[in-house]
Nanobody, 115 residues
Framework: QVQLVESGGGLVQAGGSLRLSCAAS????????MAWDRQAPGKRRELVAG???????NYADSVKGRFTISRDNAKNTVYLQMNSLKPEDTGVYYC?????????WGQGTQVTVSQ
């Protein structure tokens, strides 16, 4: 079993920054993808950014140039640095880890960006 614990959410003004962290523990296969989704009020859940164990990344068009995903494989931790935040970035951010055909989710962390 794999457990994911997120941290770093909060309230920030537009233009500000936040850094989310997600630490995985348990039986983690070394080859995996870690990523962040978000669920905004009244909108579909969407992929924000992902990174595989080789360091390849992908981003939603809406966050390219503003968000950076990274990972520390030794700590089984993924980070999401969010800069130039906009009100439309508001939502619950969920970390997940995918490996060997299974996906594990964190509990979510709230990010609120005010005008």
């Amino acid at each position: 079993q794999v457990q994911l614990v997120e941290s770093g959410g909060g309230l920030v003004q537009a233009g500000g920054s936040l850094r989310l962290s997600c630490a995985a523990s348990g039986s983690i296969f070394s080859i995996n993808t870690m990523a962040w989704d978000r669920q905004a009020p009244g909108k579909r859940r969407e992929l924000v950014a992902g990174i595989n164990s080789g360091g390849d990344t992908n981003y939603a068009d809406s966050v390219k140039g503003r968000f950076t995903i990274s990972r520390d494989n030794a700590k089984n931790t993924v980070y999401l640095q969010m800069n130039s935040l906009k009100p439309e970035d508001t939502g619950v951010y969920y970390c997940y880890l995918a490996a060997r055909g299974r996906t594990y989710w964190g509990q979510g962390t709230q990010v609120t960006v005010s005008q």
